[in-house]
């Protein structure tokens, strides 16, 4: 993809059932994964961690790469989000805050008549392979 890029890191959180957290910003329609943009000097884990905890309130416990994904960014027309993303487990009662409107729990395989950002969509197919 061409054009300005965004550089993100990105959560998949699961619960008991294996249903994955979306979250919908503030002012906003489309629905993607928890997780931001790297303050100067973070590396991906430390920058999961502070937004897992100012976006939704959870402790990041353990992530593993799942990968690096790419496609058109949901909410900046004309740029490509580019994420590192990472299979997380968190602990803490995770609820909206900061930017963050609305949280759902979605299943993977049938997500139903939920808007997901195009990345959200990308990492979902990579889930099913």
């Known amino acids: ?12 959180i699961r619960d008991a059932t294996g ?4 979250v919908r ?3 906003t329609a489309i629905f993607m994964k ?4 790297r303050e100067p000097g973070e590396d991906d884990l430390t920058a999961l961690a502070r937004e897992l905890d100012e ?4 402790r990041l416990i353990s992530a593993t790469l799942l990968g690096a994904f790419e496609a058109p960014a949901a909410n900046e027309p004309g ?7 990472y299979l997380a487990t968190v602990e803490g009662r995770i609820a909206a805050q900061a930017e963050i409107e609305e949280l759902a729990w979605i299943d993977p395989a049938a997500p ?10 990308t990492v979902l197919a990579a889930l099913a392979a």
């Open 34 to 37: 928890p997780g931001g943009k």
């Open 1 to 12: 993809m061409t054009g300005p890029s965004i550089d993100i890191v990105t959560a998949v």
């Open 19 to 22: 249903r994955m957290l979306v």
């Open 112 to 121: 139903g008549d939920i808007v997901l950002a195009p990345l959200m969509r």
């Open 79 to 85: 740029f490509t989000v580019r994420a590192a993303t």
């Open 55 to 58: 976006e939704i309130g959870c």
């Open 25 to 27: 910003k503030r002012g």
